[in-house]
Nanobody
Framework: QVQLVESGGGLVQPGGSLRLSCVAS????????MSWYWQAPGKGRELVAR????????NYADSVKGRFTISRDNVKNTVYLQMNSLKPEDTAVYYC?????????WGQGTQVTVSS
């Protein structure tokens, strides 16, 4: 069964950094696009970053370009989100996501709070 388990969230000051991890299991990780979404209080989930199976193609939300970097390790079945120069508006629950065989799979989410 497909599982996506995020970790790495927490409280960080503005300008700080965090690295989120998402460990995947139950499917052929190297064959699927992996994504990170966020959901701020009172808002819907929005795409933050996405990476193709090979890691060659990436897409980012305009608001995080130049600050966030998505990467993946197809041996460890893990996708990462390196977040630098964090801003208070980055505060959200961050979710790992993949669409596998026409079904949507989400992790449980990890809270990131950017505050002084």
């Amino acid at each position: 069964q497909v599982q996506l388990v995020e970790s790495g969230g927490g409280l960080v000051q503005p300008g700080g950094s965090l690295r989120l991890s998402c460990v995947a299991s139950g499917f052929t990780f190297s064959a699927y696009t992996m994504s990170w979404y966020w959901q701020a209080p009172g808002k819907g989930r929005e795409l933050v970053a996405r990476m193709s199976p090979s890691g060659i193609v990436t897409n980012y939300a305009d608001s995080v370009k130049g600050r966030f970097t998505i990467s993946r390790d197809n041996v460890k079945n893990t996708v990462y989100l390196q977040m630098n120069s964090l801003k208070p508006e980055d505060t959200a629950v961050y979710y790992c996501y993949s669409r596998i065989s026409s079904s949507d799979y989400w992790g449980q989410g990890t809270q990131v709070t950017v505050s002084s």
